[in-house]
C-alpha cells in the first residue's frame, strides 16, 4: 500500500504536468421546438494543446458524429472549433434531437469528453378540424409534443366519452393526434381541447361552431378564421 502511494502520486503529477484538458459545459438543456439551438464546451488546458481530433457524438445514434473539419455532418446540424471552444448548432430542434451529446477532444497530451443532456421543452403543433359525416366533429393536432389528449366541450358539459381518438408518433418524434367526435343534437358550440398528459393542463382551446342542420359540407372557411384568431391568441400569450 505504501509502496503503491509514491508511485500513483508519480503519475498523476506527471499527466498533469502534460497539460490537463478542462471542458466546461452545461449539463442539462431544454430547447425549444424549432428554435435553433448552440450547444457549447469551453475549453481550458493548463499547455498549449495539439489536438489531433474535435467532434461530437451522440449516445442514442452510434453513427452521430459531427467532425468541424468534415463536410459530412448529420442532417440539421453544424459544428465549429474556435480554440476556446467547440460548439454544435442544431438549427430545427424536434423531440428526435434529444439525448445525451458528447463533445470530444483528442490531443497528443490527452483526451477529454464532456456531456450535454438535451430534452424539448414543447412543440406547439398545428391545428385543424372538419366533418368527415354529417353527425361528427373531427379536431387534430400535428406536430406536438409531449404526448396529449383530446377533451370534447359543449359550454361546461364533457363530451369526450363520445368520442373516439387516434396517437400516430411522426418521424420527428412529436405525435399527431386526432379524435372523432359523434354529434347527438344539433348543437353549435364545440370545443376541442389539448391536455398534456406531462405538464397535466390545457395546451390548446379551439372552440368553432357547426351550422345548424349541418350537411356534409366541409366548413373550411370558419376553420381557417378560428384558426388565425386562435393563432394570433396564442401569440400574445406567449410574447
Ligand atoms: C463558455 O464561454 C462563454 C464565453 O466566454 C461564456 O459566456 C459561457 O458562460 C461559458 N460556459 C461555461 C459553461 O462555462
Ligand atoms: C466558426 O467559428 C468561426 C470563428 O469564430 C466563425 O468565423 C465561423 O463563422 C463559424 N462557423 C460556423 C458555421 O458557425
Ligand atoms: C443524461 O441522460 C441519460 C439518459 O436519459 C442519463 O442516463 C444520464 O445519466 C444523463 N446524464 C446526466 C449528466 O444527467
Ligand atoms: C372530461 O372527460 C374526460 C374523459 O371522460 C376526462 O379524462 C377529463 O378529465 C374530463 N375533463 C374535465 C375538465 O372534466
Request: net charge negative.
Amino acid at each position: 500500500m505504501f509502496a503503491i502511494m509514491p508511485f500513483l502520486i508519480i503519475v498523476l503529477s506527471s499527466d498533469y504536468t502534460k497539460g490537463e484538458i478542462e471542458l466546461r459545459a452545461v449539463k442539462h438543456q431544454t430547447v425549444n421546438c424549432n428554435e435553433r439551438t448552440v450547444l457549447q464546451c469551453n475549453i481550458s488546458s493548463s499547455m498549449p494543446l495539439s489536438i489531433v481530433k474535435v467532434y461530437w457524438k451522440k449516445t442514442e445514434d452510434k453513427d452521430f458524429e459531427c467532425d468541424p473539419t468534415s463536410s459530412n455532418r448529420p442532417p440539421g446540424f453544424e459544428c465549429n472549433y474556435t480554440g476556446e471552444a467547440l460548439t454544435l448548432t442544431i438549427s430545427n430542434p424536434t423531440p428526435a434531437n434529444m439525448g445525451s451529446y458528447f463533445c470530444c477532444i483528442k490531443a497528443d497530451s490527452g483526451h477529454g469528453a464532456k456531456e450535454i443532456n438535451v430534452s424539448i421543452g414543447q412543440c406547439i403543433g398545428e391545428f385543424s378540424h372538419q366533418m368527415p359525416e354529417p353527425k361528427q366533429m373531427q379536431c387534430s393536432f400535428n406536430g406536438v409534443y409531449p404526448e396529449g389528449m383530446i377533451n370534447w366541450f359543449h359550454y361546461d358539459k364533457n363530451l369526450t366519452s363520445s368520442s373516439t381518438v387516434t396517437s400516430l408518433v411522426n418521424s420527428d418524434g412529436t405525435f399527431s393526434i386526432t379524435s372523432v367526435l359523434n354529434i347527438q343534437d344539433d348543437q353549435e358550440k364545440y370545443k376541442c381541447s389539448l391536455w398534456s398528459l406531462k405538464h397535466g393542463k390545457y395546451l390548446k382551446d379551439q372552440e368553432f361552431e357547426v351550422p345548424v342542420h349541418a350537411d356534409s359540407r366541409p366548413i373550411s372557411r370558419i376553420s381557417t378564421q378560428h384558426c388565425l384568431s386562435w393563432t394570433l391568441i396564442f401569440l400574445c400569450l406567449m410574447f
